[in-house]
């Protein structure tokens, strides 16, 4: 079973930056699909971000896109979500997700295997 961890996440203006971490707690997490979700409040949970093993594909949701960044280190079975300018609308529990393998519909929900707790991250006006 593999677990994961989110952190990072907390209050900041709008404008600024975060970055978000998913630290994993199996070895084989370099093999892992992985992405991240949010719920914003009252709404239902969406796609954000996904990266693939390597790292060499990344895909994005087209509000994120340009914003947003995903990298990972396989050697510390982490991956990152770099935050820039980010919005009020923002605003929601990210979730880190992952599954072994590789995926072509990345943005299900469905398709992981394995979810964090989520990270709060409220950026106010």
């Known amino acids: 079973q593999v677990q994961l961890v989110e952190s990072g996440g907390g209050l900041v203006q709008a404008g600024g930056s975060l970055r978000l971490s998913c630290a994993a707690s199996?070895?084989?997490?370099?093999?892992?699909?992985v992405a991240w979700f949010r719920r914003a409040p009252g709404k239902e949970r969406e796609f954000v971000a996904a990266?693939?093993?390597?790292?060499?594909?990344?895909h994005y949701a087209d509000s994120m896109k340009g914003r947003f960044t995903l990298s990972r280190d396989n050697a510390k079975n982490t991956v990152y979500l770099q935050m820039n300018s980010l919005k009020p609308e923002d605003t929601a529990v990210y979730y880190c997700?992952?599954?072994?393998?590789?995926?072509?519909?990345?943005?299900?929900?469905?398709?992981?295997?394995?979810w964090g707790q989520g990270t709060q991250v409220t950026v106010s006006s």
């Open positions: 990266i693939s093993w390597s790292g060499a594909r990344t």
């Open positions: 997700a992952a599954r072994n393998g590789y995926l072509f519909d990345y943005n299900r929900e469905a398709r992981y295997d394995y």
């Open positions: 199996d070895r084989t997490f370099s093999n892992f699909f």
